[in-house]
């Protein structure tokens, strides 16, 4: 898994095979796709001055990846091309392109072969096409080696993890790269022309700011985010309580998401708490009733007497991404008292997946008395171990008479996808959009 995403359960007993990604190019077949790249492998063969120059001020120019109409005639797919630039003070023997959930789906496989990306003959450009509908948006970075081929294509876990601590951004991208933790490198983001506008998740200079404090609440760590111009003696504030805060806040500064969010009136006046996981994340984030019961009788009571924030279910939504999703979802059935609102991202629905079952959560949604809690579901089309799972979560929310709004995005297990979905599915369940 990259440094940027949630970590989520171990590996699932027996997964599924996962379904071929939408068509990367074998081997020697990406000069082929792109009529850039042949036009750029003619005239090097052709003996044309300065034409690798020529393409890599082509590049900076536009931006990578490259992005060109679908060899297949069809408007809603784009051929995207990875470009890699070789460094000839570390020149490469292979460089692997790592494309959020398009790779990982053939690394749970364990062939990483159709990711190794081409070097053009005569000349310093790596690079791999993949076809991708016109709406995808994923992080993606590059992994450049000087080993053997074996050594490239190991897919165990440990060499994974090791691909992943040195892997870097692409520096001809010009978007805004998505932040890491633990020390690994930010990755890129690769958005096609039709995926969905992102337009807050970036810092704006004409807003008003909220401020940002750090606490601890019965020993664990808590980020509070006021809106600009909190007053503690003012009117009851809406609240989000956003899991895995450790992420949300320091990595990913989620308060220029939430000031923009009321800088726009998407959202009524918010507080947010953010919850660090504290190392405890796979005991926390599993269905915990003694963990929920911690967010809704210790950390809520706080928030109210602090911050006049949490005191109206209705107006509290409690938010999570993949194990936090799940849990997001399961806050709002073991309590809804305090959580009348949900908003799960890429749910981790099969969960336990083990002697006791599976989808454990969607049969107590099933059989149990209904709950007067609304809950926004999302998840990405790329997602194979979640989709289908998610799919069935809906679909018994709904037989039940459940308030569930639903989307599925065309992406991934992906921070560059929930940073969007968050300020949309905040603005959903508390703004009423």
């Given at each position: 898994m990259?440094?940027?995403e949630?970590?989520?359960?171990?590996?699932?007993?027996?997964?599924?095979?996962p379904?071929a990604p939408?068509?990367?190019?074998?081997?020697?077949?990406t000069?082929?796709?792109?009529p850039?790249?042949r036009?750029l492998?003619?005239?090097?063969?052709?003996g044309?001055?300065g034409?690798?120059e020529?393409?890599w001020r082509?590049?900076?120019?536009?931006g990578?990846?490259l992005?060109?109409?679908?060899?297949e005639g069809?408007?809603?797919?784009r051929?995207?091309?990875?470009?890699?630039r070789?460094?000839?003070a570390r020149?490469a023997?292979h460089?692997l392109a790592?494309?959020?959930t398009?790779?990982?789906?053939?690394?749970?496989?364990?062939?990483?072969?159709?990711h190794?990306?081409?070097?053009?003959?005569?000349?310093g450009v790596?690079?791999?096409s993949h076809?991708?509908?016109?709406d995808?948006?994923?992080?993606?970075?590059?992994h450049?080696?000087?080993?053997?081929?074996?050594?490239?294509?190991?897919?165990?876990?440990?060499s994974?993890?090791r691909?992943?601590?040195?892997a870097e951004?692409d520096p001809l991208?010009?978007r805004?790269?998505?932040?890491s933790?633990d020390?690994r490198?930010?990755a890129?983001v690769?958005?096609l022309?039709?995926a969905?506008a992102?337009?807050?998740?970036?810092?704006?200079?004409d807003?008003d700011r909220?401020r940002t404090l750090?606490?601890e609440?019965?020993?664990?760590?808590i980020s509070?985010?006021?809106p600009?111009g909190?007053?503690?003696d003012?009117?009851?504030?809406a609240?989000?309580?956003?899991?895995?805060?450790?992420?949300w806040?320091p990595?990913l500064g989620?308060?220029?998401?939430?000031?923009?969010?009321?800088?726009?009136?998407?959202?009524?006046?918010?507080?947010?708490?953010?919850v660090d996981?504290m190392?405890?994340r796979?005991e926390?984030?599993?269905?915990?009733a003694?963990?929920?019961d911690w967010?809704?009788?210790?950390?809520?009571?706080w928030?109210?007497?602090?911050?006049?924030a949490?005191a109206?279910a209705?107006?509290?939504?409690?938010a999570?991404?993949?194990?936090?999703?799940?849990t997001?979802?399961f806050?709002?059935?073991?309590?809804?008292?305090?959580?009348?609102l949900?908003?799960?991202?890429?749910?981790?629905f099969w969960?336990?997946?083990?002697?006791?079952?599976?989808?454990w959560?969607t049969?107590?949604y099933?059989?149990?008395e209904?709950r007067?809690?609304?809950?926004?579901?999302?998840?990405?089309?790329?997602e194979?171990?979640?989709l289908?799972?998610?799919?069935?979560?809906r679909?018994?929310?709904?037989?039940r008479?459940?308030d569930v709004?639903?989307?599925?995005?065309n992406?991934g297990?992906d921070y560059?996808?929930?940073?969007?979905g968050?300020?949309e599915g905040?603005?959903?369940?508390?703004?009423?959009?």
């Amino acid at each position: 898994m990259k440094g940027n995403e949630t970590v989520t359960y171990p590996p699932r007993n027996n997964p599924p095979a996962p379904p071929a990604p939408e068509a990367p190019t074998g081997p020697g077949a990406t000069a082929v796709r792109s009529p850039l790249l042949r036009t750029l492998l003619e005239d090097v063969r052709a003996g044309k001055p300065g034409a690798e120059e020529a393409f890599w001020r082509h590049v900076t120019t536009t931006g990578a990846p490259l992005v060109e109409p679908d060899p297949e005639g069809d408007p809603g797919h784009r051929l995207v091309t990875f470009v890699h630039r070789e460094d000839p003070a570390r020149p490469a023997t292979h460089v692997l392109a790592l494309v959020h959930t398009v790779t990982d789906k053939d690394r749970h496989a364990g062939d990483l072969a159709p990711h190794l990306m081409d070097r053009l003959e005569g000349t310093g450009v790596w690079a791999i096409s993949h076809r991708l509908r016109a709406d995808h948006r994923a992080s993606y970075q590059f992994h450049a080696t000087d080993g053997t081929r074996q050594d490239a294509l190991r897919a165990d876990r440990a060499s994974w993890l090791r691909v992943l601590d040195h892997a870097e951004p692409d520096p001809l991208n010009d978007r805004a790269p998505l932040p890491s933790r633990d020390g690994r490198n930010p990755a890129s983001v690769c958005e096609l022309p039709e995926a969905p506008a992102q337009p807050r998740t970036r810092r704006r200079e004409d807003v008003d700011r909220g401020r940002t404090l750090d606490a601890e609440v019965d020993g664990r760590r808590i980020s509070v985010h006021l809106p600009p111009g909190h007053r503690p003696d003012g009117d009851p504030y809406a609240l989000a309580v956003l899991l895995d805060g450790e992420m949300w806040g320091p990595v990913l500064g989620v308060g220029d998401i939430l000031d923009n969010l009321h800088a726009d009136g998407g959202l009524p006046p918010t507080v947010a708490v953010l919850v660090d996981t504290m190392g405890r994340r796979m005991e926390d984030l599993a269905c915990s009733a003694p963990f929920v019961d911690w967010l809704a009788d210790t950390l809520l009571p706080w928030t109210e007497q602090e911050y006049r924030a949490g005191a109206d279910a209705a107006r509290t939504v409690v938010a999570g991404q993949s194990a936090g999703g799940l849990t997001a979802a399961f806050a709002a059935f073991q309590r809804p008292d305090r959580f009348g609102l949900a908003l799960s991202q890429s749910g981790s629905f099969w969960w336990p997946d083990d002697e006791r079952g599976s989808e454990w959560l969607t049969g107590q949604y099933a059989r149990a008395e209904r709950r007067p809690v609304t809950l926004h579901l999302e998840v990405g089309l790329q997602e194979w171990m979640l989709l289908a799972e998610n799919r069935r979560f809906r679909n018994v929310l709904r037989a039940r008479g459940y308030d569930v709004r639903y989307r599925e995005f065309n992406g991934g297990h992906d921070y560059a996808c929930w940073r969007g979905g968050l300020a949309e599915g905040l603005a959903e369940l508390l703004g009423g959009r």
